[in-house]
């Protein structure tokens, strides 16, 4: 397992941008999948975007395609999520989560997380 610290995320009105971050404790996670995950209060955990850092091949979850950009570090010890043009239904607790080698995109699949941060879009 890797330790993983975020950072970002507040409150924002509808169409803006937030930036969330999250480091890894590892000296490299160049083997690793990343990705982010959200529960907004009441609802299901859902899958938002993942990365793999080796290849940089990225998957998203249709509600954010387009909107959200995943990325990593040349250092590949750290790991981004840009959400722009946010909406209300973006309101969320987003989390990164790791995993050794292949893309998943299903919670279980992870058995690294963050601490998890707050997104909060107002209308």
């Known amino acids: 397992q890797v330790q993983l610290v975020e950072s970002g995320g507040g409150l924002v009105q509808s169409g803006g941008s937030l930036s969330l971050s999250c480091a890894a404790s590892?000296?490299?996670?160049?083997?690793?999948?990343m990705g982010w995950f959200r529960q907004a209060t009441g609802k299901d955990d859902e899958f938002v975007a993942v990365i793999s850092v080796r290849s940089g091949i990225t998957y998203y979850a249709d509600s954010v395609k387009g909107r959200f950009t995943i990325s990593r570090d040349n250092t590949k010890t750290t790991e981004y999520l840009q959400l722009n043009r946010l909406k209300p239904e973006d309101t969320a607790v987003y989390s990164c989560?790791?995993?050794?080698?292949?893309?998943?995109?299903?919670?279980?699949?992870?058995?690294?997380w963050g601490q998890g941060t707050q997104v909060t879009v107002s209308s």
């Open positions: 590892r000296r490299t996670i160049s083997s690793y999948t």
């Open positions: 989560a790791a995993r050794r080698e292949s893309i998943k995109t299903t919670r279980t699949d992870f058995n690294s």
